[in-house]
């Protein structure tokens, strides 16, 4: 069997910033990621633009440079990719671990798709991104319903329903808007969330202001059939012509694959994981989270910018004990 100081499970940003720790002080470490190096960022829209700048993102004192304030998908792969060819991590992409399990001997069984492995440490830093949050409603299952949105062009002139007000359910309005789909959007609070990017919150409310984008705030959808959408609205319940639904309600980290590696989760609607805020050290001694993840369903409580230091806390914890 594989035997390591520390194994990282997830090779998004924050578990490439835990191996670079792990590098500086000679630890021996192994990233297991189940798709592409930063997958989550690959699986993004692909125009999107990050709400921060260039250097909020950078990891290892590698600078990240970019022309443009804000820097794009792209622009970021690229990024992350150089930082994978200067440190050459020790990784495995397209290796999926399917369980953590705590040995009698203090070390952590970690089996994957592929191998089995030994550590006496074990990261988690998988992220957001996997599972979506369903509306749970009729015709949910149909074809014609995104939770994903990856670019425009296959929803130009076709009548489009784009559900909520966040970052994501905007740059899609407006993207399919702009290739000539007929956009509407059904929002459940009275306005576009405040957390929309500042230079792109003007934007939406021009366009729904002038008619451009129908918006019904205050609204939700109640059934999706094959050629039409069920709207309830403060002023009773609306029908619409309907080509696609792009449900863009949110995603939440695998909180059940917590949960089987003896994590526990808050009481609350929140399933916030318990974990030491000064080491990232959870209720099981020996497995760490970091980086989104360790705000269970407060999925915009932490990103990259500020939850770099995660990997820090941990790596100098470990080897300190």
């Known amino acids: 069997m594989n035997e390591y100081d520390l194994i990282i499970v997830g090779g998004g940003p924050i578990g490439l910033a835990c191996a670079i720790e792990a590098q500086k002080k000679n630890l021996k470490y192994l990233i297991i990621e189940k798709g592409a190096i930063v997958n989550s960022i690959f699986n993004y829209p692909l125009y999107m633009t990050f709400f ?72 988690i830093a998988t992220g957001f991104y996997d599972i979506p949050i369903q509306m749970n409603i009729n015709g949910e299952e149909l074809p014609k319903v995104r939770h994903y949105y990856k670019e425009a062009h296959e929803y130009a002139f ?107 989760l808050s009481d609350d609607d929140l399933e916030t994981p318990t974990y030491n805020p000064e080491t990232m050290e959870t209720n099981v001694a020996g497995l760490f989270l970091a980086g989104v993840v360790c705000g269970g369903m407060q999925t915009h409580k932490w990103f990259i910018e500020n939850s770099r230091i995660h990997a820090n806390m941990i790596v100098d914890y470990i080897t300190s004990k």
Not at 84 to 106: A, C
Not at 162 to 191: H, P, Q, Y
Not at 225 to 241: A, C, L, S
């Open 52 to 123: 921060s700048t260039a250097e909020r993102l950078e990891i290892g004192d590698i600078p990240f440079n970019c022309l443009a304030p804000k820097p794009g998908r792209q622009e970021a792969l690229e990024y992350y990719r150089n930082i994978h060819r200067y440190f050459k991590f020790s990784i495995h992409l397209f290796e999926k671990v399917t369980q953590v399990k705590k040995l009698q001997n203090n070390h952590f069984e970690v089996i994957t798709d592929k191998a089995i492995y030994s550590s006496k440490n074990v990261i």
């Open 158 to 264: 076709r009548n489009i329903l784009v559900v909520g007000a966040n970052n994501s359910s905007v740059d899609a309005a407006l993207e399919c808007w702009r290739k000539g789909a007929n956009v509407t959007m059904v929002i459940r609070k009275n306005e576009i969330n405040n957390r929309v990017k500042y230079w792109v919150k003007p934007d939406i409310e021009n366009r729904i202001a002038e008619g451009s984008i129908k918006a019904y705030f205050e609204s939700n959808i109640t059934e999706i059939r094959e050629n039409e959408v069920e709207i309830d609205t403060p002023n009773g319940k609306v029908t619409i012509e309907n080509d696609f639904v792009l449900a863009l309600t949110g995603y939440k980290p695998d909180l059940t694959f917590l949960e089987k590696m003896g994590i526990q």
